[in-house]
């Protein structure tokens, strides 16, 4: 299965993965069969030069088997710029198998790892800050702010609302003069990984 995920060996695919295979990973595109993996594929190797699995452990029972690996990928860089290094990133996928193939997989990778090291910054989120009760109209709270002003601890005006990304938060972090800037993140998913 390495070979032919990291190897780009495709034409293997038809005799390991079901013509009813399914991803259900949460977010993965609702896609069925070989073709299914052969788009995903073609999606990673589009990011990425070189797409290598090294498997950590393997558990099976019944009809599932659970394979715990390191993904090591080079990100693709425009002609002439310096070569990126490589990301690892750990994943855990769960296959079912049925008649000798597999018929569906949960892939867990880990997202955040692999978006810090492509370059991405990520903040939380900001927790809500309630609106103030205003007064009765003609009174006025000791050490209010001024009408119209925002309320100590929110938003100033113009920023981001609660929970919104801000500026620089998940984008691409400004890279060396001569580096060319991260990948687009892949989406969730993305058929079966390792093993």
């Not at 990425?48 to 498997?55: G, I, L, N, T, W």
């Not at 113009?158 to 890279?175: K, M, Q, V, Y």
């Amino acid at each position: 299965m390495t070979e032919v995920l990291g190897g780009g060996r495709l034409e293997h695919l038809d005799q390991l993965v079901s013509p009813v295979y399914a991803d259900r990973t949460p977010g993965a595109p609702n896609l069925r069969g070989p073709d299914a993996v052969r788009k995903s594929l073609a999606r990673i190797h589009g990011m990425f030069s070189r797409v290598d699995y090294f498997p950590q452990q393997l558990i099976a029972e019944d009809d599932r088997v659970a394979a715990f690996y390191l993904m090591e990928a080079a990100p693709r860089v425009p002609q002439g710029a310096p070569a990126a290094p490589p990301v690892v990133i750990n994943g855990m996928t769960i296959y079912r198998i049925a008649g000798g193939k597999i018929e569906e997989t949960w892939v867990l990778n880990d997202q955040m790892s692999l978006a810090r090291q492509l370059g991405y910054t990520v903040e939380p989120a900001r927790a809500p800050v309630p609106a103030p009760v205003a007064p009765p109209p003609g009174t006025a709270s000791p050490g209010a702010p001024p009408t119209g002003a925002p309320p100590p601890g929110a938003p100033a005006p113009g920023a981001p609302p609660p929970g919104a990304l801000s500026p620089g938060a998940a984008t691409p972090a400004a890279p060396p003069a001569a580096a060319p800037p991260p990948p687009p993140l892949p989406p969730p998913g993305g058929g079966p990984a390792a093993c």
